[in-house]
């Protein structure tokens, strides 16, 4: 299987940039992607980097990958209150996602 | 389309009853998945089905949970009896295969088993 970590909290004021970070073990995975959940909601993608792609960047949103120490990172831009919520990175295998145990983002305004 | 449905949105049972929680996927996907999520053990993958078929139940936890795909447009999973452990938000998501990729998992809002 695939062995996806993150951080379990993070907690930032509104306005500042919020950087929620990523490790995973399978290099196979062709992509990866970032989860948000509301409370009391499902996951909604959020959005996705190519495995052959360093950075991806979507309005506030911002991906890094780095394959070699297999970290990725989403970095959130002008963080509002709206913002809070839980955040999964996810790598396939196969047909299967694995996620991690997801990074509870708290917006103080 | 109305995306994946999920019902009930919350269960409360006692302890030994039967359980069955249901799902509609996204027309025209052909993969299901059955997710529980629990603040101990995160989101872990029960089981899930390819054009109906069980593909991989190695997270199924034991023999009181069984999950079943009748056609394209339905699953269930199914826990009897139900034990206060149990007690977790169950998520059901489904894809395209051939673009999951891409597109990744699509949702549905989950169901929330208490069982007391």
């Known amino acids: 299987g695939e062995d996806v970590e993150q951080s379990l909290f993070l907690s930032v004021r509104e306005g500042d940039s919020s950087v929620i970070n990523c490790t995973y073990t399978?290099?196979?995975?062709?992509?990866l992607y970032w989860y948000k959940q509301e409370p009391g909601a499902g996951l909604q993608l959020l959005t996705y980097?190519?495995?052959?792609?360093d950075m991806k960047q979507d309005q506030r949103l911002t991906v890094l990958l780095n394959k070699k120490d297999k970290h990725l990172s989403l970095r959130i831009a002008d963080t509002q209150t709206g913002d809070s919520a839980i955040y999964f990175c996810?790598?396939?295998?196969?047909?299967?996602?694995?996620f991690g145990s997801g990074t509870k983002l708290n917006v103080k305004p | 389309d109305a995306g994946v449905i999920q019902s009930p949105r919350h269960e409360v049972t006692e302890m030994g009853q039967e359980v069955t929680l249901r799902c509609k996927p996204i027309?025209?996907?052909?993969?299901l998945f059955w997710y529980r999520q629990t603040m101990m053990r995160g989101l872990e993958l029960l089981i899930y089905?390819?054009?109906?078929?069980?593909?991989?139940d190695s997270g199924m936890p034991e023999d009181r949970f069984s999950a079943k795909m009748p056609n394209a447009s339905f699953s269930t999973l199914k826990i009897q009896p139900s034990e206060p452990r149990d007690s977790a938000v169950y998520f059901c998501?489904?894809?395209?295969?051939?673009?999951?990729?891409?597109?990744?998992?699509?949702f549905g809002s989950g169901t929330r088993l208490t069982v007391v």
């Open positions: 998501a489904s894809s395209f295969s051939q673009t999951a990729r891409v597109y990744g998992y699509t």
């Open positions: 399978d290099s196979s995975s062709t992509y």
């Open positions: 980097i190519f495995s052959n792609m």
């Open positions: 996810a790598a396939p295998n196969f047909n299967k996602f694995y």
């Open positions: 027309s025209g996907h052909n993969s």
């Open positions: 089905f390819n054009n109906n078929v069980p593909i991989d």
